[in-house]
């Protein structure tokens, strides 16, 4: 009889998170309109990877000929990389220095640029060949990188290999965490990584469809399963939320540090406003989101309404 008191309260608790979800308030920000102006003639590809400096400069990463392209708030188009060695685009990531760091995801490689697109580091193996879960300075289809204040980094490693792996900022390894499976601590797709003020880590096991919280040691503290499938996460510390770019689902989550949903946005499409794989996102220091999509080859910004 308790065994199945107990399933019915976790039964009951799953119902209600669910529901939870669906019942959320939209998020109250607009849409900004043909927010990217690119130069004539140029298109993004797909669009895999976004993120937001401390001058709420937009860097952009996609799978086109100008794979790394910088904007500010507005859109106006400020730079472009000339030459990135990456065979296929995924994570991109600011560290507190303002060096822009590349994730190769078929090319199995973390790379970190100057603002100007010089190579000042990278982490793979020779010929950019995999390595296994227990490889150190290699990886197996890697997605994305965050960053503590003093920039240390932490790397989801990925398709292939389920881990987490953190090195210093010089990149020497540290440790790593995770292996295939759905157990607490196990992953399945880990998809994207993102750290609070307090160090933890949020990992985005994406075919699990769920985020796990772990200390910056690697020890597991809690999962949240009811907030969709993340593929993409952003942390905002001035609302000390967690949003959640969920491309099974088409639409942006935002959750409070408790795993509470806060409010949901978008929707499967086409059209202004809508997605189709929304991989990744990003939010500036005014509380805009924006929102980087695989099928619809794009940038969109959400403003937050003053």
Not at 146 to 154: E, L
Not at 199 to 205: I, P, S
Not at 286 to 300: A, D
């Amino acid at each position: 009889m308790k065994t199945r008191i107990g399933i019915g309260i976790v039964i009951a608790a799953m119902g209600a998170m669910a529901a939870d979800l669906a019942s959320a308030p939209k998020l109250p920000h607009r849409l900004v309109e043909n927010w990217a102006q690119l130069p004539a003639g140029w298109n993004f590809g797909e669009c895999t990877g976004v993120e937001v400096d401390a001058n709420d400069y937009v860097w952009v990463y996609n799978r086109g000929r100008h794979p790394v392209m910088q904007f500010d708030k507005n859109g106006k188009f400020l730079s472009a990389f000339e030459e990135a060695p990456v065979t296929s685009a995924h994570g991109l990531g600011i560290d507190p220095d303002g060096n822009v760091w590349l994730v190769d995801v078929k090319g199995h490689a973390v790379m970190k640029f100057n603002r100007a697109g010089r190579l000042q580091m990278v982490i793979t193996n020779a010929g950019k060949q995999p390595g296994n879960n227990e490889a150190q300075y290699a990886f197996n289809e890697p997605t994305g990188i965050a960053f503590t204040p003093g920039g240390d980094f932490y790397v989801s490693d990925g398709y292939v290999n389920s881990r987490v792996i953190q090195f210093r900022k010089s990149g020497e390894y540290v440790r790593h965490w995770g292996k295939k499976g759905d157990q607490d601590g196990e992953f399945n797709l880990v998809h994207d990584v993102a750290l609070d003020e307090q160090g933890r880590v949020y990992v985005a096991d994406r075919t699990n469809e769920r985020i796990q919280v772990f200390d910056a040691a690697g020890k597991f503290l809690q999962k949240w399963t009811h907030a969709g499938a993340p593929w993409g996460l952003a942390y905002a510390a001035k609302e000390k939320a967690l949003y959640i770019a969920d491309g099974k689902y088409n639409r942006v989550v935002k959750l409070n540090l408790e795993g509470q949903v806060l409010g949901t946005l978008g929707g499967f499409g086409k059209g202004p406003g809508q997605f189709d794989f929304a991989h990744h996102i990003a939010v500036d220091s005014e509380g805009s989101i924006y929102v980087v999509e695989i099928k619809n080859w794009r940038v969109q910004k959400f403003a937050y309404p003053r």
